[in-house]
């Protein structure tokens, strides 16, 4: 099967590690997080279930982990996921909304330009995944 025979769900399927997040203040254009490493994972599954953990390492030692199991689907450009679990218990019950795109063996994931938990600041994020 090739990529022009998968369906948008199929090519989703998998684990994905983390290879880039871009963060920057929404108002500005400021980029955000230099200097922080950030590694992951996420992981779709044939029966509609997901999950994501991103550890976050900051120069200054305060440090994040992330993360959510979910139900997941597609709805046109976006992928849903219905969270069940979170780290961030706010989100436990929520629908995070993420756009997609997929560009050979790698996948970006952005979430709508929204209040960022860590910088308490709207910013525009997108997140890079590469196929394990």
């Not at 948008?8 to 230099?34: P, Y």
């Not at 679990?85 to 436990?92: D, N």
Request: proline share 4%; net charge negative.
């Amino acid at each position: 099967m090739t990529d022009l025979d998968q369906t948008i769900e199929q090519k989703f399927l998998g684990c994905w590690r983390l290879v880039g997040v871009e963060r920057e203040d929404a108002a500005s254009g400021t980029k955000l997080d230099v200097g922080t490493n950030q590694s992951g994972y996420i992981s779709y599954t044939p029966d509609g279930r997901m999950m994501v953990i991103i550890a976050r390492h900051n120069p200054d030692g305060d440090d994040h982990i992330t993360g959510y199991a979910a139900k997941w689907h597609v709805e046109g450009e976006t992928v849903i996921h219905d969270v069940e679990i979170a780290t961030r218990l706010p989100w436990a019950g929520t629908k995070q909304l993420r756009g997609f795109r997929f560009h050979g063996n790698r996948l970006t994931l952005s979430p709508p330009v929204s209040e960022d938990f860590i910088h308490r600041t709207v910013t525009r994020r997108s997140l890079e995944w590469e196929k394990v």
